[in-house]
């Protein structure tokens, strides 16, 4: 899934291993490397990763998808 393999180029961006990542989310290792290998959160969970890696999680039509993607480079 792209958006798992762009979680995990931010986290090894700010050196972050998934211990870092557990204790900044009150959470397991194991559980974060769960996460980031199936991609299995909720909501609650996906924002509070969001913030501790810097990123902003947004919802957009797919029809605009492409034209975001030109945007953002």
Do not use: H
Not at 39 to 44: N, P, V
Not at 47 to 53: D, G, K, M, Q, T
Request: net charge positive.
């Amino acid at each position: 899934m792209e958006i798992l393999r762009g979680f995990l180029r931010r986290r090894k961006s700010f050196k972050y291993t998934f211990r870092d990542m557990g204790e900044k989310l009150g959470c397991s290792r194991q559980n974060y490397q769960q996460f980031e290998s199936k991609g299995s959160a909720g909501l609650t969970k996906l924002l509070a990763i969001c913030e501790v890696l810097e990123l902003e999680l947004m919802v957009i039509p797919k029809n605009k998808g492409d034209k975001v993607k030109e945007e953002l480079k």
